[in-house]
């Protein structure tokens, strides 16, 4: 039997009269969306888990991007800076996390537009309708979305006309077992697990100093924390460093010489120089099954290479296997996902990364992003489920045609604008203080911020981190 999705008609949105659109996430692409939303007259209220705007960004904020700021403002929270009589970061300056965050997130967040309707540690829970579970049918466009929210004063819950999920997915990581599962044993080893994206060379320099370093991952947060820990091993020669991916080669960090980014061909000749010069060990084709507490506090490590079981001994697993997006507070709404990817089944075909480059992504809004709840919307890095190819730029174009779409201009809405190069990855730590990043590939505009692997740090608050300028 075949079964269609019942997506209720529009009736009258009488309930919905005067009710803000709920936006979650206050990190880049959030902030975004409560900019286009004022400029189009529609109230908002932001819900930010963390305590500052783009706090999951502060936890990657050592690490630098590969775009310049030109590319990483959005154009309707520019005009609210300007109002501020802003200081614009120089155009073509490479910034790091925590230059993003305290030269163009805090200052927004700080307006006189968006301060009051911003609301720090205020963790959203639950998103429902009003009097009815995601089974009802009957009316179900005009009643009002319910978001239960955990708060410094308790739990508490709010109405809402539309909203927008900007959460993000760093708070989320994938797994490290090659299953999709932790590792059976994982929570013994907790204290030697490390997320992505340590402070190899700062706060956290102590704990990786003159210990054994295993960096699961074949992405490019892995590449940045190889080069850091490589440098931490030459000034702290006790410190040892092993990769491991579960590929037969890590093509993708690699990548060639004929790069267009050149920050990123930069970074994929600096870590294979790393492998080839002994200074990391790399063990491809490993599949994790089972982690271990091993003696002086260390951690065994036990899979298959190439068939054949093997163990590693360490002392801190770095897990840069990338992010996924936490669905758990949108049971009781009726969203439509792609079985793999767990984007928007509109938006999946466009993103599928063993199609897609970021280049090759086609540009998408409202369209694509409408779920078969009315007026519910997912943007930002955790639109693109586990894709790893999210474009900051694209975030914002999303947003805009949200805006659009709920400030009734539907025609405008459905016009989107970016246009894509063929690039790829937004951040690396490579000591370089400017770059072209993309080049323009239409006469309107360049989309420069580019992430060729989820294992990048996610664009919002997560949040997720969520999740920044950076991509996953």
Request: aromatic content about 4%; hydrophobic content about 40%; glycine content about 8%.
């Amino acid at each position: 039997m075949t079964m269609t999705l019942n997506v209720p008609p529009r009736t009258s949105d009488a309930r919905l009269n005067g009710l803000p659109v709920a936006i979650i996430g206050a990190g880049p692409v959030g902030l975004a969306a409560a900019a286009q939303l004022l400029e189009r007259g529609v109230d908002v209220i932001i819900y930010e888990a963390g305590e500052t705007a783009g706090s999951a960004i502060t936890q990657w904020g050592h690490t630098r991007l590969f775009s310049p700021w030109e590319y990483l403002v959005d154009e309707a929270a520019a005009r609210l800076l300007d109002t501020a009589n802003w200081d614009a970061p120089p155009a073509h300056k490479l910034p790091y996390g925590r230059d993003l965050v305290e030269q163009y997130l805090a200052p927004l967040a700080a307006t006189p537009e968006l301060a009051p309707r911003i609301r720090y540690r205020h963790r959203v829970t639950d998103v429902t309708r009003q009097g009815m579970d995601r089974t009802r049918s009957v009316g179900r466009a005009s009643a009002p979305f319910q978001l239960r929210i955990d708060g410094p004063d308790g739990t508490d819950e709010m109405l809402a006309r539309a909203v927008i999920d900007t959460s993000g997915t760093y708070g989320s990581s994938n797994a490290l077992g090659s299953n999709g599962l932790n590792p059976t044993g994982s929570e013994s080893v907790e204290a030697n697990l490390s997320h992505a994206l340590p402070d190899v060379l700062g706060r956290e320099r102590e704990r990786f100093a003159g210990k054994h370093v295993v960096v699961v991952g074949a992405g490019h947060s892995a590449a940045n924390t190889l080069l850091k820990l490589a440098t931490l091993a030459k000034e702290e020669p006790d410190t040892t460093v092993t990769w491991v991916i579960r590929r037969a080669r890590p093509t993708r960090v690699y990548g060639s010489a004929a790069d267009e980014l050149e920050a990123r061909g930069q970074l994929g000749s600096a870590t294979h120089e790393l492998v080839t010069s002994g200074a990391v060990t790399l063990l491809d084709s490993f599949e994790i099954d089972r982690l271990a507490p091993a003696d002086n506090g260390r951690v065994t490590i036990t899979g298959r290479r190439r068939g054949e079981p093997t163990k590693i001994d360490a002392d801190i697993v770095v897990n840069a296997t990338g992010f996924r997006p936490n669905l758990d507070m949108l049971r009781e709404i009726r969203i439509s996902l792609d079985e793999v990817v767990e984007a928007p089944r509109a938006l999946a075909s466009l993103i599928d990364p063993n199609e897609h480059s970021c280049g090759t992504v086609y540009p998408h809004g409202v369209a694509e992003l409408a779920h078969p709840e009315p007026n519910f919307f997912i943007a930002g890095m955790k639109s693109y489920g586990r894709a790893p190819t999210f474009l900051l730029l694209t975030g914002y174009e999303q947003v805009r045609s949200i805006a659009d779409e709920l400030a009734g201009n539907h025609a405008a809405a459905r016009i989107v604008q970016l246009v894509l190069p063929e690039t790829g990855v937004c951040s690396t730590d490579l000591n370089t203080e400017s770059s072209s990043c993309c080049t323009t590939a239409g006469p309107d505009k360049a989309e420069a911020n580019c992430a060729a692997d989820s294992t990048e740090p996610g664009g919002e608050s997560t949040e997720v981190a969520n999740t920044a300028g950076c991509c996953g």
